[in-house]
């Protein structure tokens, strides 16, 4: 495994990009021997000599620290736009601790108010905002047939604000998904909320922020309005080099099968393309769902994480079906009348494979009825601690940092299944600073 990453590191270097070999060696050699050196207390299990990726990640999960390998000075200020719980801030935060880097997180932004300090109390953040990101911007986007570009240089609204935030080095943004869901029969690719995103390139000339990162759903690309091609063109317009892909966690190895869009900008020195840092990290198999969630089997605790979801009689019947069953599918007749003359959602009642990753983790794996959630071994659905372990997501993250005021079941589900993987931050972290840090 590691032979073949370093040779696909050297395969993507070609072209002189020298400060990509420097960033690139270091996350190769970070991944493939760092957890042997990590400081666990847990003993090391049989697979970690031949696994050591996955050892480096599962330290990484059970909230060990690894030993730094590198010793750097650098500091990298962050603001971070439709933050959620911080979800891709985990894998920006990962790579820089490979890289010896400090993140100093000055800004988040969401209008889910317990987002924003769960997000606070993970990642230091210095300043929270509730307001929406359309108000703290003042753009306009003119369209022309060569490309858009703002009509006037776009300005933050609060003074303080810019303040508070000049200097910064680069902007997070994952703008609302949900209108570019292919789950979305509603208002998909003509909601509202998708024009959102250009208010993350308008952001971030505004501040002269040098990098951009902008996550979603793979369907934004299907939007009627092509906010896609045209934060393209803005941020081209305005001094960037861009580059956009997509980046699967099961290709890096990871125990989901998520795919995630990205558009990565930064001035004076391109971005990586994302296919290289792809074949970077990329593996020929991803691990299994158990490889994440084994040892969270009957853990019992008095964490909310941990807590066991409560089921109707029906759906206590259906998984009780799978399991004297044997099948991981739930047959016909026993699914919901309008499901039994037959249905495209066959994961919906399903049962996780045991040596197979994880479907996508969404909002809804708390319940049989939205998707393949039902325990591999257990007959219940996933916990909050086990979906967060597959989302990428330590033991060590304070989902409940205010113990008298814990989060509800549903604002769990909400910031576990809309987070981005850490691995697919962890890529999109690659490409923007493998370029190298200080060229600006």
């Known amino acids: 495994m590691t032979e073949r990453l370093v040779m696909d590191t050297y395969s993507a270097l070609q072209g002189g990009r020298q400060t990509f070999e420097g960033v690139a060696g270091r996350v190769v050699h970070r991944l493939s021997l760092g957890a042997l050196r990590s400081t666990s207390s847990v003993a090391s299990p049989d697979w970690a000599n031949s696994d050591p990726k996955g050892a480096w990640w599962r330290a990484y999960l059970e909230g060990s620290v690894p030993v730094p390998g590198v010793v750097e000075s650098r500091v990298l200020r962050t603001v971070d736009l439709f933050c959620?719980?911080?979800?891709?801030?985990?894998?920006?935060?990962?790579?820089?601790?490979?890289?010896?880097?400090?993140?100093?997180?000055?800004?988040?932004?969401?209008?889910?108010?317990?987002?924003?300090?769960?997000?606070?109390?993970?990642?230091?953040?210095?300043r929270r905002s509730t307001d929406s990101v359309a108000r703290l911007v003042d753009f306009s986007v003119r369209k022309r047939p060569e490309g858009a570009d703002f009509t006037y240089p776009p300005d933050l609204t609060d003074r303080g604000l810019s303040q508070?935030?000049?200097?910064?080095?680069?902007?997070?943004?994952?703008?609302?998904?949900?209108?570019?869901?292919n789950l979305n029969n509603h208002t998909r690719r003509e909601d509202p909320r998708n024009s959102l995103y250009l208010t993350v390139p308008a952001f971030a000339v505004a501040i002269g922020a040098p990098m951009c990162i902008i996550e979603n759903v793979p369907a934004v690309l299907n939007d009627s309005t092509r906010v896609v091609e045209i934060a393209r063109s803005l941020f081209e317009r305005n001094g960037y080099h861009v580059e956009t892909g997509m980046l699967s966690a099961a290709h890096m190895g990871w125990p989901q099968t998520r795919r995630r869009h990205f558009l990565v900008a930064r001035r004076e020195v391109p971005p990586i393309p994302l296919d290289t840092v792809a074949r970077t990290l990329g593996e020929d198999s991803p691990r299994s769902?158990?490889?994440?969630?084994?040892?969270?089997?009957?853990?019992?605790s008095d964490s909310l994480l941990d807590a066991v979801t409560g089921l109707s009689a029906e759906n206590v019947s259906r998984i009780d079906w799978l399991f004297d069953n044997d099948e991981h599918d739930l047959a016909l007749p026993e699914r919901p009348v309008s499901h039994r003359g037959g249905t495209t959602y066959t994961a919906v009642y399903g049962r996780l494979q045991k040596d197979a990753p994880s479907q996508t983790i969404t909002t809804g794996f708390m319940s049989p009825g939205r998707g393949r959630y039902v325990h591999p071994t257990r007959r219940r659905v996933l916990?909050?601690?086990?979906?967060?372990?597959?989302?990428?997501?330590?033991?060590?993250?304070?989902?409940?940092p205010n113990p008298s005021q814990p989060p509800t079941?549903?604002?769990?589900?909400?910031?576990?299944?809309?987070?981005?993987?850490?691995?697919?931050?962890y890529g999109a972290a690659l490409s923007a600073l493998g370029g190298g840090l200080g060229q600006e």
């Open 84 to 126: 959620g719980p911080g979800g891709l801030a985990n894998g920006l935060k990962a790579l820089c601790s490979d890289l010896g880097v400090t993140v100093v997180s000055e800004l988040a932004v969401d209008q889910d108010p317990n987002a924003t300090v769960v997000y606070a109390a993970n990642h230091g953040t210095r």
């Open 409 to 425: 079941r549903a604002l769990l589900a909400k910031w576990i299944g809309d987070a981005v993987p850490m691995p697919l931050g």
């Open 383 to 400: 916990t909050a601690h086990e979906a967060a372990r597959i989302q990428g997501f330590p033991d060590t993250y304070a989902f409940n």
């Open 164 to 181: 508070a935030i000049n200097g910064v080095d680069l902007v997070l943004a994952g703008p609302p998904c949900q209108g570019h869901s």
């Open 289 to 300: 769902v158990w490889w994440a969630i084994g040892d969270l089997e009957d853990i019992t």
